[in-house]
């Protein structure tokens, strides 16, 4: 299986062209663990965490918010009662900049700590600014991502939600400072096309910043097991278009994955985000999603059919409001 490797910029950690969110990982609010999902639990977590690195899917995406906090605890457990599988592992997670943390170093560093403990490990691989939501200036949060790899805390420095303009900025303030911005975590997906067509992932492309893919199966939307009779349950506000309209994308990706020798829906959305060069992070509850996902590795889209994916893709649309306010 090709199993294509990005460097992180500034490291030598290596992470394949698929990763794994863990949102739902302790979340009951958004994900409904213990609440509308009685089936997540911490067993079918353990398996979705087993079978994505036995399949090559071995970067897992966390944030200090997740579940607060019970996320990086979950996995703080899965990595000391697996070491064998703890070393295959590249692990990011990410600092809520709250607009009342003025002082951002100082609140920066005593949450990476933080949460550095709930995971158990000495540094992390990449640390990311979840969304532009900061008051203070690119300035005074290139200092704080600088002083924590100062501190050898974490690897690779990233950002989240930011837009073409904001990544520069981010981008030359921590380049004053020797360390270069490694990725920018964004809504990408064939229900939100925007950041292709708005120029953001050119951006990226031209400074050397990776691109990592979230939401990429639409919060669930694009498997195809959702659709008008039957829409997903919980507060899943991201790429949230009338199912109406996600049911033709959804068709298009069927026709496809039927003419890919059976690939389910799911696997040519992850797919075609692959080919435009971002990392896709999706979400896997349990063993059978982790394996359906990682299903995406190992094949290739045609020409043909990724333009006839560009052609159903929906741009999508984020306010400001809900691109500050709203962090998965
Ligand atoms: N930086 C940010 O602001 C931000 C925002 C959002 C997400 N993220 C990151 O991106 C990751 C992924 O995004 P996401 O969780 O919002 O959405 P997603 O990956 O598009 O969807 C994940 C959900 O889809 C369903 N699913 C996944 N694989 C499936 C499969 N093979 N078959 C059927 N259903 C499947 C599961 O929910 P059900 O089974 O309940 O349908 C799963 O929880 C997150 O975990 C997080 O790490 C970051």
């Known amino acids: 299986m090709t199993i294509h490797e990005h460097v992180l910029a500034g490291t030598e950690v290596a992470v394949g062209s698929l990763g794994v969110g863990t949102w739902a990982w302790g979340d009951r609010s958004t994900w409904g663990m213990g609440t509308y999902d009685t089936a997540l639990t911490e067993t079918t977590i353990e398996e979705a965490w087993e079978a994505?690195?036995?399949?090559?899917?071995?970067?897992?995406?966390?944030?200090?918010?997740?579940?607060?906090?019970?996320?990086?605890?979950?996995?703080?457990?899965?990595?000391?009662?697996?070491?064998?599988?703890?070393?295959?592992?590249q692990l990011a997670t990410k600092f809520m900049p709250l607009p009342w943390k003025l002082n951002v170093k100082g609140a920066l560093l005593s949450s990476l700590r933080a949460s550095l403990d709930r995971l158990g490990v000495a540094s992390v691989d990449l640390y990311q600014i979840h969304g532009p939501i900061s008051l203070r200036g690119k300035g005074a949060l290139a200092e704080a991502l600088a002083a924590a790899h100062q501190e050898g805390l974490v690897e690779a420095v990233g950002v989240s939600n930011y837009s073409a303009?904001?990544?520069?900025?981010?981008?030359?303030q921590l380049a004053q400072r020797g360390l270069p911005l490694a990725t920018n975590q964004i809504e990408f997906s064939l229900l939100r096309r925007g950041p292709e067509l708005g120029g953001l992932l050119g951006t990226c492309a031209e400074l050397g910043v990776l691109p990592l893919a979230y939401s990429p199966l639409g919060q669930g939307r694009l498997t195809g097991k959702y659709s008008v009779a039957n829409p997903p349950p919980g507060k899943r506000n991201f790429s949230a278009h009338p199912m109406e309209v996600v049911d033709g994308v959804v068709?298009?990706?069927?026709?496809?994955?039927?003419?890919?020798?059976?690939?389910?829906?799911g696997q040519v959305a992850l797919n075609w985000i692959m080919a435009k060069g971002a990392v896709?992070?999706?979400?896997?509850k349990n063993r059978a999603q982790a394996l359906e996902n990682a299903g995406a590795l190992g094949w290739e889209?045609?020409?043909?059919?990724?333009?006839?994916?560009?052609?159903?893709?929906?741009?999508?649309?984020?306010?400001?409001?809900?691109?500050?306010?709203?962090?998965?």
Do not use: C, M
């Not at 090559?56 to 457990?77: K, L, N, P, Q």
């Not at 303009?165 to 030359?172: L, V």
């Open 52 to 89: 994505s690195i036995d399949a090559g899917a071995t970067f897992f995406d966390t944030a200090e918010v997740y579940g607060d906090g019970e996320s990086e605890r979950i996995i703080g457990g899965l990595l000391a009662a697996d070491p064998a599988r703890a070393a295959k592992v």
């Open 280 to 284: 896709p992070i999706p979400g896997a």
């Open 165 to 172: 303009k904001e990544t520069r900025a981010i981008h030359a």
């Open 251 to 265: 068709a298009e990706l069927r026709r496809i994955g039927e003419a890919n020798g059976g690939k389910a829906p």
């Open 301 to 328: 889209i045609g020409a043909e059919d990724l333009a006839a994916l560009d052609r159903a893709a929906l741009a999508g649309t984020r306010t400001l409001a809900n691109r500050v306010w709203q962090h998965g």
